[in-house]
């Protein structure tokens, strides 16, 4: 009697496609557990997440989490970007909102530059 064929299931079919891509040795993914296989693994969002980016399929580019070009390195990178992207975007707001106001109601601009007096000595005019 011949034992019933299964299918794979979709965390098999993923890891096996993960080994594929990445293209971890036979041998090494044979003494790996299928989570193991996808636990090297991460995620990176093409279009970032905080500016809209979707979370589905076509956003989503596989990375290895260490190693030359990881993800780990092109996070650190994206984070600066998207912190600056935050604070020109908090000053570009300061500012609308401050232009938006009427001059009127606006608290008077203080100058950079202090009160500077004239000088307290006579100069002697050429006639």
């Not at 260490?66 to 908090?90: A, F, L, N, P, Q």
């Amino acid at each position: 009697m011949s034992r019933k064929r299964k299918d794979p299931t979709l965390k098999d079919k993923l890891a096996a496609a993960l080994r594929e891509l990445f293209e971890i040795p036979y041998d090494h993914a044979k003494l790996m557990s299928a989570d193991q296989i996808i636990s090297l693994v991460n995620f990176d969002h093409n279009e970032f997440w905080t500016f809209g980016g979707s979370d589905e399929h076509w956003n989503l580019t596989p990375m290895l989490i260490v190693g030359e070009g990881g993800h780990r390195e092109k996070t650190k990178v994206d984070i600066g970007i998207i912190r600056k992207c935050d604070r020109i975007s908090k000053a570009q707001e300061e500012f609308q909102r401050r232009l938006l106001t009427p001059r009127d109601e606006r608290p008077p601009k203080k100058s950079r530059w202090g009160s500077r007096p004239f000088s307290k000595r006579k100069v002697k005019a050429n006639v």
